[in-house]
């Protein structure tokens, strides 16, 4: 017996969801998109991804409803839409996942909310305000610790300063 291609013979939510979001670079297209990564230029090159691969799988998001393509000065971008912007919870705490369960010197991230400058904990929370924060009023910044593999692409360079999280990444060449 051969082994299927995809999860349409399983009767669950999950399998649906990994037709969408399971394959290899998926998540992390997600997650750029929500660090403001909004050129294919640039999620290339920080992704350092095939432009065939990047390619199926931005058409994938977008036949999702995950992601929709605009222009903006003459340039295709790829911004999250509401369903996409959902996928924050997921790509959050798999990160926290991955901080915990995942060797490597690579810094964690930190999340605070930017209306009061608190750290959100482990599960997205803020300690301040009682509740988790939208990721719109999330800031981003690199943690502390050594990173063997620091990238020094535009994007990673532009990540390097704090950055609200869903506006569009200031990338200079």
Known sequence: MSLGTGYDQQGCYLARALEVVGERWTLLIVRDCFYGVRRFTDLREHLDISRAVLTARLDTLMTAGVLRREVSDGHPEYVLTEAGRALW????????WGEQYTSGPHPARVYSHADCDTDVDDVGHCA????TPDPADLIVRPGSGPNAMRRDDRVARALAEPHRILTPLEISS
Do not use: F, I
Not at 89 to 96: D, G, H, N, Q
Not at 128 to 131: L, R
């Open 89 to 96: 919870p997921v790509v959050y705490l798999l990160t926290k």
């Open 128 to 131: 301040s305000c009682g509740y």
